[in-house]
């Protein structure tokens, strides 16, 4: 394996990473500006009207770069007037002209726009899913073929001071590049970095980057070794960050807050793209939710750095984190198991109907099929709570089968603790001792509660809770936190097979987790990790935030069960929680939707054509359908999906089975049919409840 730089400064500690500032006409991206908006017209580039209209509605709504498709000259031609219109019209947004296939196109729109993006993957090579064999010197002439096709671009661009994306799509991976590094994050790579390289080569130096994939791990993995690889070589260009093919709804917001929060939560990106099946202008609300706290964050003065262990998790490939396996009542959670759903009750214990109505709510289905919470967390906190726990056992008592339930409870009132129908989990928090030796005796006495019961213990960790004597070291820090979990830890390992778990309650998890599982780790200690964000009471904030500190980590490996602690309704928490697992690629609960934004490139209503074939295929659990507007990533996200319904011409859909076109040019009215029809041949089809 060959040995990288690091892809980030620190990965306990929030750093940006430093580029270059490029311009794109008045607009700076990159360096300590701040993190920038994109947006991409759906309306056909030759229709000047619907385009200008569209880029001013989208301007309106806090674009800062608009992106238009130009697929020939008559639509690079046209870039002229859209240019000329909206300066008339006072709205000076740097205009992205965005080329797949046609150099030429590529040539002229230098013209008349700010930035042009090249996709590296079809502007001098093609994509056929063609095997062969390259030697060395034939790769090398490829190169210099490459080369002699995108020399005047590039020299171009300098002369006009029109800056570039090269934007790979591992959709999209050329052949060339396929036959070598294989459909991966080192193959999108690659792909980039050759045409980078030809860029220096002639001082130009205007270049942004982007590794885009429908897949969030793909595309997390592909820019954190793009960061690694251009460190390597000198290189400090802005990235441009995006999940590509997202879809729409809530599963296309999630699915791009985990791909591009984990990346900005490294420190890595400069300018973002939400990309959604919907109205373009849809794209901006979700996109500044998810910048916002990384500007923010900007402004503020850095943390000091965090010294901490070495980390054994691979961050350019998927590895879950080794952990022991806990028992929670007939249920397990650890290696070997799916990662677990807990949501806690929002009620106080004391209100018995309110607890148990909501108990319902999160265990009992709404329709046949649909997923439930797996744990439900409840609180008791207070002598009143203790009591109201009776009552609460004398009615769980009484169904016939009572929902696993994990309790909340501070250490000194443990041996209060009823015995409840359905406790598989005790959390509680370390002791409150100043002597070490007190505190150890304390923290047994819970290991010996939890052993004498049956119960799994997860200890709830916070700043707050370091003791004292771990404190003068280490100090309230993400070290004294760990330091506090190894010492439980081993403690722990004197009362097998109960093991503790650890949950953490801290204001950035991402880092913290990290730091812990990486103490965890070092100390031989493979306990559980319970993955809960901070306290989200705005909707917004629920819905964004949820994703990026779970699903960041999950693409990180780490987690053995979830929790999203908020005050949403039950239904949506439970929702949100397997659409979070399900975009971080570890539980399928229902159909996987591969989706493209639409563009000027679409040859059908993207829109109501996904949400007429949502509607008839959405209940087919473990089946991944891709709906593509063209071919310029179709085939490739194919490999993604079990089956793809693309567009091939007007009124045509092509059909495909993984990178396979197995129907070509369909009637649009008589392609829904015919991809029922090819999944019920592969006999995943079933019917809806």
């Known amino acids: 394996m060959i040995t990288l730089p690091p892809y980030c400064r620190d990965p306990f500690t929030y750093h940006r990473r430093k580029t270059r500032v490029v311009n794109v006409g008045d607009v700076p991206l990159g360096g300590d500006h701040p993190i920038r908006l994109q947006s991409m017209t759906i309306s056909d580039t030759m229709d000047t009207d619907a385009a200008v209209a569209e880029t001013i509605q989208l301007v309106d709504a806090g674009c800062e770069l608009v992106r238009l498709t130009a697929p020939s000259l008559n639509e690079a031609e046209n870039l002229r007037h859209i240019k000329s219109a909206l300066n008339r019209r006072g709205v000076r947004v740097p205009l992205i002209a965005d080329i797949h296939f046609t150099p030429n196109a590529a040539l002229k729109t230098a013209e008349y726009v700010e930035k042009v993006r090249i996709n590296p993957g079809n502007y001098a090579d093609k994509k056929k ?10 790769y090398e002439a490829e190169l210099e073929r490459i080369e002699q096709r995108f020399k005047p671009l590039v020299l171009k661009l300098k002369q006009y001071g029109v800056a570039m994306r090269i934007g790979t799509n591992h959709g999209s991976l050329s052949d060339r590049i396929m036959n070598r590094f294989g459909d991966t994050p080192q193959g999108m790579v690659e792909s980039a970095l050759e045409f980078v390289r030809i860029c220096r080569r002639y001082d130009y130096h205007d270049v942004v980057l982007s590794m885009k994939a429908s897949n969030p791990l793909v595309m997390i993995q592909a820019y954190r070794l793009l960061a690694a690889r251009m460190d390597e070589e000198g290189m400090d260009y802005p990235f441009h960050l995006g999940v590509t093919e997202a879809g729409d709804g809530v599963e296309g917001r999630v699915k791009s807050a985990i791909g591009i929060g984990a990346l900005l939560e490294d420190g890595i990106g400069d300018t973002i793209r939400v990309s959604l099946t919907e109205d373009a202008v849809c794209e901006l609300p979700a996109a500044r939710a998810i910048a916002a706290p990384y500007n923010r964050r900007e402004r503020c003065a850095e943390a000091p750095e965090v010294p901490g262990p070495d980390e054994r998790r691979n961050p350019y490939g998927y590895d879950r984190r080794f952990s022991h396996e806990v028992g929670l009542d007939g249920l397990a959670m650890g290696v070997g198991q799916p990662v677990r759903v807990e949501l806690a009750t929002t009620v106080p214990v004391t209100d018995l109907e309110g607890t148990l109505g909501q108990i319902k709510a999160l265990t009992v289905p709404a329709q046949t099929n649909d997923p439930v919470c797996e744990i439900v967390r409840l609180r008791a906190e207070t002598p009143a709570d203790l009591q109201a726990l009776t009552r609460l056992n004398e009615r769980l008592q009484q169904s016939p089968a009572p929902p696993l339930l994990s309790l909340c409870v501070p250490l000194a009132d443990l041996a209060d603790v009823p015995l409840l129908a359905g406790l598989a989990k005790i959390v509680t928090t370390p ?27 997860e200890w709830r960790l916070s700043l707050a809770s370091i003791p004292p004597f771990i404190r003068d070291p280490h100090g309230s820090t993400l070290a004294g936190l760990a330091y506090t979990a190894s010492r439980l830890a081993g403690l722990a390992g004197l009362f097998q097979p109960c093991q503790g778990a650890f949950s953490l309650d801290v204001s950035e998890p991402l880092p913290a987790y990290r730091y812990l599982a990486a103490h965890l780790d070092a100390q031989g200690h493979a306990c559980p990790l319970h993955l809960k964000t901070t306290a989200l009471h705005d909707r917004r904030d629920l819905l964004y ?5 779970l699903g960041a980590l999950l693409c990180d490996g780490f987690g053995d069960s979830i929790q999203i602690d908020s005050d949403a309704a039950p239904a949506e928490a439970v929702r949100l929680s397997y659409t979070i697992l399900q975009a971080a690629r570890l539980r399928m609960s229902k159909t996987e939707f591969i989706s493209c934004p639409s563009c000027g490139r679409t040859l059908f209503n993207l829109q109501t054509t996904t949400e007429r074939i949502k509607s008839r295929m ?4 473990d089946v991944k359908i891709a709906i593509m507007g063209c071919i310029v990533n179709g085939p490739g996200e194919m490999a993604d999906a079990d089956f793809g319904y693309v567009g091939s011409g007007p009124g045509k859909i092509s059909l495909y089975v993984g990178k396979e076109c197995v129907e070509r040019n369909i009637p649009t009215d008589q392609a829904e049919e015919r991809l029922i029809c090819l999944i019920k041949d592969h006999g995943k089809w079933v019917d809806a409840v």
């Open 129 to 138: 899913f063609a095997e062969r064999e390259y030697t060395d010197s034939e």
């Open 618 to 621: 959405s209940h087919l659990k």
């Open 545 to 549: 935030q949820a994703a990026i500190q």
């Open 431 to 457: 002791p409150c001792e100043e002597d070490p030796t007190a505190w150890d005796q304390h923290a047994q006495r819970a290991l010996m509660w939890s052993q004498q019961h049956g119960t799994a213990l």
